[in-house]
């Protein structure tokens, strides 16, 4: 016989009795089985309501400590200046209401086993923790705060912190499974699973948060392995080595053992022997709205430093952006420092500075001029600029920066350096005095600096009848005058692109010579039967219209009636031309370590937009 009894306790036992054979009193149980099905079912439901809670308490822990961390890596790594506070603010009310919604999951955690009545409130919380994650991801004042704190060396801590509200939803979403449940939760073993759950989130948060820190920050740099810097060649062969292509607009600046490149893609650094690429500083990580400027660098050593600088606007003057300057590494690409305080660089593209570069600033109606140090970002010192100067035209050479003063009233102008280390400074008249009386304005033009050099072209009014060419020497701060007639080019002095060591004077057509001025030596050359093409334009090449390759001095801007040659011109005076790898184009030239580059504007380059094509001669 089969039989069913009653089971007093949590969940439905079933007894099943069998009986075999007996006597008049009794029977003899020879076998019985007891299933214990709704205690499974119990078990089951009770395991899940812990794990739920577990997940509760972890995630708003674990969102917590992102938090934490968002709050306290908020400055972006190697920075100077910068307003930080719509960052700083919008992290600190999100940590404060975010530790609020963490022990409020907490506390109702804690009251789940006494069987009181909390779905009403964590139905609210799952609400608002809803509302805010929205509010992390869409609304405006936290977009401004990521836009503070964007750029090389910053962390993504606005993705942690939207993280951290996505936690915290899933922690009110947890905890409110764990309250719909009808059954308590029961106390024997539950507690140490329910600890190992939230010990588990939280390890698994923090394991994850530390990963991003550590592997993403915004820079997002390819970086390279240090390599020996090559050679610069000390003549110009025939022989392509490769082709590389500069989306527009482009400059292509020395630095390290190669160049760089700045365009719409950004800043990509190149091995000169081999054109290969070795890292790359993309558009979509500079500072967030901030429009590049153009890009510098110390040279080709093996320690050189490129400079970015872009600019982005300036929430308390719309008219007036604020300038953002990057450096890095010029061998790795490492970033090592930015400097947002409003500095401007003033310096050639290839600075012959000692250390430091000459930057300006304009503070309302006053103009500031300083030094920056190169390998740190730092200001090593700033004075306010003179009057009548123009701190535009500022550029730097071997020890000092120099900036040009110019009065309109009694026709006073003087270079004024100011020395890179202690930033004392020194006034150096530029006498014209055929312009005394003149009844118009004088006008100039920062046209070259090599060393501890630069040159600046003066003109009456812009007539270009009679001109005068200044050559100031900051290291035995001297001037000398030059009189005549000079080419004028266009140049960008503000972006660096000026002439360097060598940089043309004159080439009138029927002259039948073309002068040209070499720095830092000082020596005006005349290459006799070489009438110099002189009506293109574009700074970026202008700024490398001539160069000076060992003894040999090189341009690609020649024109006949084919097109555009290669001009090699010797010591002597003699000089050969050739075929330029331009074509048709004009072209400038760049020496740069294991090779000579030949830069080629092209309209159109493989049915793709605008852009240069560097063509290496090795």
């Not at 299933?35 to 439901?45: H, K």
């Not at 090389?152 to 509200?165: D, I, N």
């Not at 020996?228 to 020395?254: H, K, N």
């Not at 600075?351 to 309302?364: E, I, L, N, P």
Request: aromatic share 6%.
């Amino acid at each position: 016989m089969t039989g069913d009894r009653p089971w007093r306790g949590k969940g439905h036992a079933r007894i099943k009795i069998s009986r075999r054979g007996g006597d008049e009193n009794g029977c003899w149980i020879r076998s019985t089985s007891v299933v214990l099905a709704g205690t499974r079912m119990y078990r089951g439901r009770e395991l899940r309501r812990q794990i739920s809670v577990g997940v509760a308490v972890g995630s708003g822990i674990g969102a917590t400590v992102l938090a934490i961390l968002a709050m306290v890596f908020r400055r972006p790594s190697g920075w100077v200046g910068g307003d930080f506070e719509a960052a700083t603010v919008y992290l600190a009310i999100s940590l404060a209401i975010g530790t609020a919604v963490a022990l409020l999951v907490i506390a109702l955690a804690v009251l789940l086993p006494r069987q009181l009545p909390v779905v009403e409130l964590a139905s609210a919380l799952l609400a608002g923790t809803t509302a805010a994650t929205a509010f992390a991801f869409l609304a405006q004042p936290v977009h401004e705060a990521a836009a503070s704190i964007s750029g090389p060396g910053a962390y993504t801590v606005l993705e942690l912190s939207r993280l951290s509200w996505v936690l915290y939803t899933i922690a009110a979403f947890a905890l409110l499974a764990a309250a719909v449940d009808p059954e308590p939760i029961g106390s024997r073993g539950g507690g140490w699973r329910t600890v190992g759950v939230v010990g588990l989130v939280i390890g698994m948060t923090v394991i994850l948060a530390g990963g991003a820190m550590i592997g993403s920050s915004r820079t997002a740099l390819v970086r390279a392995e240090p390599i020996a810097v090559a050679a610069t060649p000390t003549s110009i062969a025939d022989t392509e080595a490769y082709r590389l292509r500069s989306a527009t607009p482009g400059l292509v600046v020395p630095a390290g053992p190669g160049f760089v490149t700045f365009d719409s893609s950004g800043v990509r650094a190149y091995d000169g022997a081999s054109g290969e690429s070795r890292w790359h500083y993309p558009r979509d990580r500079f500072p967030e709205g901030c429009t590049g400027d153009g890009v510098w660098s110390t040279g080709t050593s093996v320690d050189s430093v490129v400079m970015v600088q872009c600019s982005r606007e300036n929430e308390a003057d719309d008219d007036t952006p604020h300038p953002v300057v990057s450096g890095f590494d010029a061998m790795t690409g490492r970033h090592l420092w930015t400097n947002a305080e409003g500095w401007v660089v003033r310096a050639r593209s290839v600075s012959d500075g000692d250390g430091a570069v000459g930057v300006s600033r304009s503070d309302g109606d006053a103009e500031r001029v300083g030094a920056l140090d190169v390998r740190t970002g730092r200001l090593r010192w700033q004075q306010a600029a003179t009057e009548c100067t123009d701190v535009e035209s500022a550029t730097t050479t071997t020890s000092s920066v120099v900036v040009v003063e110019l009065c309109q009233g009694d026709k006073r102008t003087a270079a004024i350096s100011y020395d890179l280390d202690s930033g004392s400074s020194q006034r150096m008249p530029i006498e014209l005095p055929r312009w005394s009386g003149a009844d118009a304005a004088i006008h100039f033009d920062v046209v070259a600096a090599s060393g501890p050099q630069m040159a600046i072209r003066y003109t009456l009014d812009r007539s270009g009848h009679e001109e005068a060419l200044a050559i100031v020497d900051t290291s035995s701060a001297t001037v000398r005058i030059d009189w005549g007639q000079f080419d004028w080019f266009v140049t960008a002095p503000e972006a660096g692109l000026i002439s360097g060591n060598v940089t043309q004077i004159r080439s009138h057509t029927g002259d039948d010579a073309t002068y040209v001025l070499s720095m830092p030596s000082d020596e005006h050359r005349r290459i006799d039967r070489l009438d110099i093409f002189t009506a293109w334009q574009g700074a970026s090449l202008n700024a490398w219209r001539w160069a000076a390759i060992g003894d040999q001095l090189v341009t690609a801007t020649d024109r006949d009636d084919d097109g555009f040659r290669l001009v090699v011109v010797n010591d002597d005076g003699s000089f050969e031309r050739r075929a330029s790898p331009c074509g048709a184009d004009p072209g400038g030239v760049i020496p740069v370590p294991g090779a000579v580059l030949v830069v080629c504007p092209r309209e159109r380059y493989e049915n793709k937009s605008l852009g240069y094509e560097i063509i290496a001669l090795r």
